[in-house]
């Protein structure tokens, strides 16, 4: 049994295809026969929906351009397994698939659901004396997983948000004449680090964000206000970044009171008003000036066109890391970027046990929120900024980026 | 008198500033004195609000990083003259500067009120006998100028939207499995050129929105519902592209149709909700799917990090262009773009009348739009495609793009 499968799962990023690559590059490297892509996930595994890599990535170029092509190449899936002690039916079928392919290694690249299915995977093969080896390997916008220093996919986003951060302000700079207020919403319930990543765009030629606001502190309306009107003594154009997951003390999102302030619309759909929304509105009925909110919405997770080479590289790398320890062997682990050290920065790979991950959101330290929770110090910059080094441009075909796409 | 004066108005673009380098540039080259910015166009120079550009772009390097720079450098304001044939004052306020200054050569670099301002300065200045000369240099990511092919800021805006939508598209069908409907909201209230940009997506390895709908052709919600419920039949993932401007048969926006069945929020403010935002309501209602409304909102027209080459060198030959007419002695004209030669695409400079221009809005032409307004033809495709061509990459410090800022 030497074939490999690998599957991709959760949210997309401009880096979870790099991971792909690393998988694959690595599995041939070490003499997998096959390497089966999964489609759409186990969800596609489980009705046998595979490809086999060999017929798709047959050469350099195309593996270069799988690195360069943001989102999930093999399609996703939000499948959570049922746990394997009440429900075995399920693991049955996978295993016996596993066992039709002759697969030695399965790799799973994702986030903490993703990392919860290698678990489950793990302890039922463990229970049965499968030698079928299972490791994860890390992907996630969010930055939220526990044992790694940082994950693939929050770098390329980091980067995108700082640059547009940066490019917003200047945007909104050019009426210097009168009081503007912009609030942008940034992806992450409940883990602010992508939020915080606007702060980024702060140097000599960048303010960067007036106020940040991150979901790891309770938000409160009228300190808010207070903040703005003091802000609005001293200049004229406000850059606020708020999380889309921000909340009061009492736990309920501030876009829930947009909602709750709205009516049932024509069709009978309560709208979710976004977050950004919300509080441009309360500005303008506060202070009387011009307001903008800006969602950065998808826009943020799959802008493969200004990724970071370091993220590109590290996703590569614990794509290559994870199928290298199941093909030696190893099962229940994921691969992990370990900052070994801080300047000049070096990441090396690890690997951590799966058990201690899946099911545990690393959240931004309080201390490194400051201001009254507007802020955020320079302990995060130095943290995020090696992250978004280097510039991964794509592949060009006539004036846009080329993207490899399965048919 | 051999000064030349510059002003940036309206509102920004991703190379409004490479205009303003082609003004620099040639004024220099032609023997110009003193050249000077307006900032926050003529409103600043009311207040002889002014810079020495000599003291703030004296070397290549920093002119580069002008033109890598988005927004308007100068700064920028929304100031509509009067008619001199009724309000004499200011205008003799602005000629009595402009002789303090001893200005030859004024440049104003914007959109359909920036002409307006040129054609009333021209006017004015012809009927009291001054030498000065005044000419426009083209500048709006609309794309709805006269006399002129197309306009700097559109490519590198129509650009960054096609690459956007690709990669959106790309996030989207990721969950292949289930069916979606995305739609994009982009910017132009009356004219569609940024919405049709979206088709630029179309290709080999993508699809393009299904469905795009611009302002141009009035919006039936009924005939949409059609469509989408006929395209669901066929496919899982639909992506739609609409103009904030799309307006139904009597005239209506469809964004007002948001508002109205909106009751005010808790600050007693009626929020304005987006088309997009209203139409994934329409559509979740309809056919009970995943909606996502994505707003582009400032993203798009300050996205220099992915300009266009074309665009940029566009924009600085047009700045040149008309400061070397200004200063040859010809007054009352705008530069244009004329498309010498379809293909290979060649662009020539020229030179307008400006009462040609101003107060005129030039749509994309309804032949152009086809399946019962839901599409744009191949027509358009060719028309815009050797404008996005060639990426001007920002100069890059620390991870993110560096802007030249006026303090």
Redesign the interface.
């Known amino acids: 049994m030497k074939n490999v499968i690998v599957g991709?799962s959760g949210g997309?990023s401009s880096v979870i295809n790099s991971s792909l690559a690393g998988v694959y590059c690595r599995a041939k490297a070490m003499g997998a026969d096959k390497v089966y892509g999964m489609r759409?996930g186990i969800?596609?595994f489980l009705e046998e929906q595979m490809v086999d890599l060999d017929t798709v990535l047959g050469s350099n170029e195309l593996v270069k351009l799988l690195r360069k092509?943001?989102?999930?190449y093999l399609?996703?899936?939000?499948f959570k397994l049922p746990d394997p002690e009440k429900d075995t039916a399920l693991f049955e079928k996978i295993f016996s698939l596993l066992k039709k392919y002759e697969i030695a290694a399965f790799i799973y690249i994702g986030g903490n659901d993703s990392m919860d299915t290698i678990r489950k995977l793990t302890d039922y093969g463990q229970k049965i004396g499968s030698p079928i080896c299972f490791v994860g390997a890390p992907k996630t916008i969010d930055n939220d997983l526990a044992e790694t220093d940082h994950t693939p996919g929050f770098g390329s986003a980091a980067?995108f948000i700082?640059?547009?951060t940066?490019?917003?302000i200047?945007?909104?700079?050019?009426?210097?004449?009168n009081k503007t207020i912009?609030i942008m919403e940034i992806m992450g319930r409940n883990a602010g680090w992508l939020t915080a990543a606007t702060a980024?765009?702060r140097?000599a030629?960048?303010p960067g964000p007036d106020l940040i606001y991150l979901p790891e502190v309770p938000f409160d309306l009228q300190a808010f206000r207070a903040k703005v009107a003091a802000l609005l003594e001293k200049k004229n154009n406000l850059m606020i970044a708020v999380s889309e997951g921000i909340h009061d003390a009492s736990g309920t999102f501030i876009c829930e009171?947009?909602d709750a302030?709205?009516?049932v619309?024509?069709?009978?759909?309560k709208?979710m008003?976004g977050t950004a929304?919300?509080l441009t509105?309360?500005c303008?009925?506060?202070f009387g000036c011009k307001t903008?909110?800006?969602?950065?919405?998808?826009?943020q997770?799959?802008?493969?066109?200004?990724a970071?080479q370091t993220d590109v590289n590290e996703a590569f790398q614990s794509g290559d890391k994870a199928v290298e320890a199941a093909l030696s062997g190893r099962t229940g682990l994921m691969a992990t970027l370990l900052r070994a050290n801080e300047v000049p920065y070096v990441c090396e790979i690890g690997l951590a046990d799966v058990h201690h991950i899946s099911n545990v959101e690393r959240l931004v330290p309080l201390e490194w929120i400051t201001e009254e929770g507007s802020q955020v110090s320079d302990d995060f910059i130095r943290y995020a900024?090696p992250l978004?080094?280097?510039?991964s441009?794509p592949v060009?075909?006539?004036?846009?980026?080329?993207?490899?796409?399965l048919k």
Chains 1, 2 share one sequence.
Do not use: W
């Open positions: 991709q997309p759409n969800q596609g092509t943001p989102a999930a399609g996703s899936c939000r980067k700082a640059a547009m940066k490019e917003a200047r945007d909104e700079v050019v009426y210097s004449t912009y980024l765009a140097g030629d960048c009171y947009a302030d709205k009516a619309d024509a069709f009978g759909h709208q008003g929304t919300y509105a309360f303008e009925k506060e903008r909110a800006i969602e950065f919405s998808t826009l997770r799959c802008a493969a066109h200004f970071s900024l978004i080094q280097g510039e441009y060009m075909e006539n004036g846009l980026p080329k993207h490899l796409v």
